[in-house]
């Protein structure tokens, strides 16, 4: 009798191990540890990802099934946010900027690899059907390179905005191949259903580009700053298109592709994208990465790794059809070879689109597991060849910022309206940090003839008599009363603010826009890790939101006794110019020495890094410190040790941080402050830029004019 109640409780532990939400929960356990393991030992998380679905799927320990209902529907979901996010990344004004350029060039990269992808499958004895949709897989690619070429300052070479811009024609295309093999393989097609599929595609097409772009603009418009609900709008929108695309007969993921492209303007860069991308590449993309993997059989896998030549023949066609496709634009549009090969290593990677057309072909019968795993190893050596030739080839290319002259004020530059006034709000919230940032907003705000807004932000409960509230209240007056103390002794007016919110970084954004901050300056966050990669922090929060530059410091010593200052420069865009506007500031308030560094690639042309000295001896002109500012272009193959050689020497450093950019496979794609930060042993300043920037730094005055605010 003893033994039948140990019996129903193994029966009950049973049953629940079969619940929909045990494979969700090994799922989060996945995503959350696998990524950053690989990552630890310098692999991409992606494919640890891939490893963890072989391991845990019916090939392995049998813990994930694909055919459960909460896989399907989970992967299903990261299939469509993989590609609204790929349509989301996609620029659109850069497209519209060279339009003509862009359509011949996307009908070379795709009509050539289309070709042949699909001499490759009738090479191997795959009907015409198929055949045409390996070649269509051959036509799409992800550009996983951009963020090297922001980095290089080299985004609007017409090569590279060209190269941006045909990404809409080949994924559209290529989606649109796939759309009509599908339809095909389910039988009882002809010509007639053929022209029915083809109309409503058009009319389908025209309906999600132009009725879900005005509806955004719209909803955004009426919606002010409810983000919640304009998130939501977007998830509707995208699931709303796949379920279009499905009612008329063609996969869900030309839909999302189609919704991503049409609320790209109404939801730009901001916050709302941020939390858009931020869901898909935690949750949604990378289960569906683990899913493909549950789809992949290591010994069939070993078996066609060893029959090596459909994988070589993929991979070798696809790498020469995408060269030659560059090489007809090089002859149309005379572009020289840098620029050819350049567009030859972005539209090489193939991740986001190729990826989810290999999946719907293989579900659909179309493909086999062959070129299943082909088509798994192609992505993996084009998403590393792409990006290492990307950064090889593109330091040639010629610089891509607007040249500094003599006479005239770089945008940036120009001086606040007259009914404004320069004010830099300081947050305080640790009395052994307070003293520093003081200091250095006080110091800036002098020099400008400005003001200081210190901010304490106490965290709103239900009821307003809260003793928590109270307490914050408390601290708050005396951290803010220590701060009117230090301003009136630099000798600035300060007007302390104490305001209840219920987020601290919603607190900041919106008391510096109300305040008309042309500045923030907030102390170093600690959160760095695991907790910090989950939620984020206030500084990263108060980054996407703020209306204004932000100021992150790390300050060692007083800022009073900075006398040498170091500022990398990458590059000479209006954007990247706005850490040595702050520089300038801080320069003359404390009659520093300032150091500009360019670290040039040992590649880099001769004449590029000539007019990189060149503009950067005008940058010098127009400054006019009171001090003597020196340049440095120096030569190193790694940027980062080349930094942290020069800034043994230096008080401080001050960076440009640079919000990262997420590929549409959810792969976040460090950034070179990233690996600063880290190393640096002195003070540090990253100047972290709004989306749309307006001038925050007053015009300081030659030597001998007086500071005036215009």
Not at 66 to 77: A, G
Not at 138 to 157: D, E, K, M, Q
Not at 169 to 189: E, K, Q, R, S
Not at 224 to 235: A, I, K, P, S
């Amino acid at each position: 009798m003893l033994l039948i109640p140990q019996i129903l409780a193994v029966e009950s532990q049973a049953q629940v191990l079969k619940e929909p939400i045990v494979p969700f929960l090994i799922l989060l356990g996945v995503i959350l540890v696998i990524p950053i393991l690989f990552e630890r030992i310098r692999l991409p998380g992606l494919v640890g990802l891939l490893a963890a679905g072989v391991i845990l799927g019916p090939n392995g320990l049998n813990f994930l099934q694909k055919e459960l209902p909460t896989m399907r529907l989970l992967s299903d979901i990261g299939l469509v946010y993989l590609m609204f996010v790929a349509g989301l990344e996609v620029d659109m004004e850069q497209f519209r900027r060279t339009k003509n350029r862009s359509i011949g060039f996307g009908s070379f990269t795709f009509l050539v690899p289309l070709i042949m992808g699909t001499l490759v499958g009738r090479m191997f004895g795959f009907d015409w059907n198929p055949a045409i949709l390996i070649g269509s897989l051959f036509a799409s690619h992800t550009l996983l390179a951009y963020p090297i070429v922001s980095r290089l300052g080299v985004v609007n070479n017409e090569a590279v905005t060209v190269t941006i811009g045909a990404t809409i024609f080949t994924d559209i295309g290529a989606l649109l191949v796939l759309a009509i093999c599908v339809a095909i393989n389910a039988g009882d097609f002809t010509p007639l259903r053929l022209a029915t599929l083809l109309g409503s595609l058009i009319v389908y097409s025209a309906v999600v580009l132009f009725g879900f772009d005005w509806a955004g603009r719209e909803f955004f418009r009426r919606s002010g700053d409810e983000q919640g609900n304009q998130f939501l709008f977007v998830l509707l929108a995208v699931f709303l298109a796949a379920v279009g695309a499905q009612l008329i007969g063609v996969e869900k993921i030309v839909g999302a592709f189609l919704a991503g492209l049409a609320v790209n303007d109404a939801v730009g860069e901001g916050p709302v994208k941020e939390k858009v991308v931020f869901v898909g590449s935690v949750l949604f993309i990378p289960i569906f990465f683990v899913n493909l993997g549950l789809l992949i059989n290591i010994p069939a896998f070993i078996a066609s790794i060893s029959n090596i030549w459909l994988t070589l023949t993929i991979v070798t066609g696809l790498i020469l059809s995408k060269f030659i496709a560059a090489f007809l634009a090089k002859l149309v549009y005379r572009y020289n070879w840098n620029e050819t090969l350049t567009m030859w290593s972005l539209s090489v990677p193939q991740v986001g689109a190729t990826l989810a057309a290999t999946l719907v072909g293989y579900e659909a019968g179309l493909l086999n597991e062959g070129v299943l795993n082909s088509v798994i190893v192609l992505m993996l050596v084009t998403a590393t060849l792409g990006p290492v030739v990307t950064s090889r080839v593109a330091v040639t290319l010629a610089p891509s910022a607007t040249s500094i002259e003599p006479e005239t004020t770089p945008p940036y530059w120009e001086t606040e309206p007259a009914d404004g006034q320069f004010a830099v709000v300081v947050p305080v919230y640790n009395p052994k940090t307070e003293q520093y940032l003081i200091e250095m907003a006080a110091l800036l705000a002098r020099q400008a003839g400005g003001r200081i807004v210190p901010l304490a932000i106490a965290k709103a409960t239900a009821h307003m008599d809260a003793p928590q509230l109270e307490a914050a209240f408390q601290r708050g007056e005396l951290l803010l009363d220590n701060a009117t103390l230090l301003s009136r002794e630099l000798g600035v007016e300060a007007e302390p603010l104490l305001r209840i919110d219920d987020e601290v970084a919603q607190g900041i954004s919106r008391a510096s826009r109300e305040a008309n901050a042309s500045l923030i300056v907030m102390g170093w966050g600690k959160r760095t890790g695991l907790r910090a990669r989950l939620f984020g922090n206030v500084i990263d929060s108060v980054l996407w939101a703020s209306h204004c530059p932000v100021a992150v410091t790390r300050l060692l010593e007083s800022p009073t006794k900075i006398q040498r200052i170091l500022v990398p420069v990458e590059n000479l865009t209006p954007q990247a110019l706005g850490h040595v506007r702050f520089t300038q500031l801080l320069a003359a308030a404390n009659q520093a020495q300032v150091t500009l560094l360019h670290v040039y690639d040992r590649r880099s042309s001769a004449s590029r890094i000539s007019w990189m000295r060149s503009q950067l001896s005008l940058l010098v002109d127009k400054l006019a410190l009171p001090t003597q500012m020196e340049i440095q272009v120096t030569r190193h193959d790694n940027v980062s040790q080349a930094i942290l050689e020069a800034a043994k020497d230096y008080d401080l450093v001050v960076l440009r941080s640079l919000r990262q950019r997420t590929s549409a496979g959810g792969l976040t794609l460090g950034d070179l402050t990233t690996q600063l930060v880290q190393q640096l042993t002195c003070s540090i300043v990253m100047l972290g830029e709004p989306q749309q920037t307006k001038p925050a730094f007053p015009e300081q005055p030659r030597r001998g004019e007086k500071a005036t605010l215009a």
